[in-house]
């Protein structure tokens, strides 16, 4: 039952709601309005008018309001409550504010996440014999358990992908204040597999069919340690010619931060600094980015590019399989497998690995782990102690500049 409330005048002035306590003895006949109820709306308790001339009027009309709220809850059109201006956010409304807010990451992050959430919406709501999931606040545990459901029954996704899509969505209702979550044991086990660093010989296979520009971007990855959009968003002038160094730091006006939201610099290999001088000296040079798409903007493919070229240099293991959505139009989208065969989506050619082996080769040049750990951005030395595993005691051939010969 909802209760009832009046306003009283205080001692000192002020005014304060008083809810209205029923008891035998108590006579409620001659208690004067106005009056008010106190509906949970969106998750909080709202005062609300209520327009009854007597007490027994007030908890009819409390008890009508309530069942409007209730109803409106659960995605029911109750035109009364959405004249008060108590609607709820829609689930579709609180996806495409979320988009919007994530639009300067990375192209590729934007994809996955517009990927994830347009799935999660479906997912939802795949053969649901209760009221459909419309509004955010309808989103409880046993609706996550649903969509999870959705991801392993229904897609067949691997455990590693189901893992980043749950918690995407994790994000989005961390966004908007709504506290339901599946419990992280009650998600499939995820087995991380460490990034193996590149072997001379893996290097010189990858870099033999590369021409010129490809090889500069791929020896800046090795030469750096940095990461995707580090390299992407490089500007010539974060590079020190007279110290040898490379700075990365935030760019507000494209949306770039780095990782934990703090700059680092970076020294560079002899040979790599060279041939960026040669390419700064050029005519042809981006005025800002060292490298461009061909509308000349920050390169966003490094990636796929490095995949085809594994692919066309016929590096790929022929083991790996993975699934692709074909097709250019909605309704015609589909997923099938694809197999690293035929496909350039070998697993083992990661930019990662490239990261990975600029860390081994700093360890096998004897410098220090705190000063490893600061070129890598780690915020922690244990951080960089696991991420370096037992590689310190691994033997590699070569030094850092010699990686970079032809």
């Not at 909605?330 to 997923?335: S, T």
């Amino acid at each position: 039952m909802a209760s009832i409330y009046v306003r009283r005048k205080q001692d000192g002035g002020s005014w304060r709601y008083e809810r209205v306590v029923e008891i035998r003895g108590r006579k409620t006949g001659d208690i004067a309005g106005p009056f008010f109820s106190r509906p949970c709306i969106k998750g909080k308790q709202t005062w609300h008018d209520l327009q009854a001339a007597t007490f027994t009027e007030a908890k009819a009309e409390a008890a009508q309001f309530a069942k409007g709220v209730d109803a409106h809850r659960d995605g029911i059109h109750v035109p009364e409550i959405e004249q008060l201006g108590l609607d709820r956010t829609k689930l579709t409304d609180a996806v495409d504010k979320y988009l919007g807010e994530k639009a300067n990451k990375a192209p590729r992050t934007v994809a996955a996440y517009r990927t994830t959430l347009l799935e999660f919406i479906e997912g939802v709501n795949f053969q649901n014999a209760g009221a459909k999931v419309i509004y955010l606040d309808q989103i409880t545990t046993a609706v996550l358990r649903r969509y999870l459901a959705y991801l392993q029954d229904e897609r067949q996704l691997s455990p590693k992908t189901i893992d980043t899509r749950v918690n995407i969505v994790f994000f989005l209702l961390k966004r908007n204040k709504i506290e339901a979550r599946i419990p992280m044991e009650d998600l499939p086990a995820v087995e991380e597999e460490p990034a193996v660093p590149y072997s001379n010989e893996e290097i010189k296979a990858l870099f033999e069919p590369m021409d010129a520009e490809q090889k500069l971007r791929y020896r800046f990855f090795l030469g750096s340690a940095c990461r995707e959009r580090e390299v992407a968003y490089a500007a010539w002038n974060d590079i020190s010619w007279s110290r040898g160094e490379y700075t990365v730091r935030r760019k507000e006006d494209v949306g770039f931060t780095p990782k934990s939201h703090e700059s680092r610099t970076v020294p560079l290999p002899k040979v790599l600094l060279a041939e960026l001088r040669a390419r700064f000296e050029s005519k042809d040079r981006h005025s800002r980015w060292v490298f461009t798409n061909g509308d000349g903007t920050p390169e966003g493919h490094f990636l796929d590019k490095l995949k085809r070229i594994a692919w066309h240099a016929g590096l790929n293991c022929g083991h790996c399989k993975t699934t692709h959505t074909v097709g250019r139009y909605e309704n015609e989208r589909q997923q099938v497998e694809v197999s690293c065969k035929d496909k350039p989506v070998c697993e083992h050619f990661i930019l990662h690995r490239f990261r990975k082996t600029c860390a081994t080769r700093w360890v096998e040049a004897n410098i220090p782990l705190p000063k490893i750990q600061k070129w890598l951005g780690h915020r922690s030395l244990v951080t960089t102690q696991k991420y370096l595993g037992d590689i310190a005691n691994s033997k590699f051939e070569g030094n850092i500049n010699e990686a970079f010969g032809d």
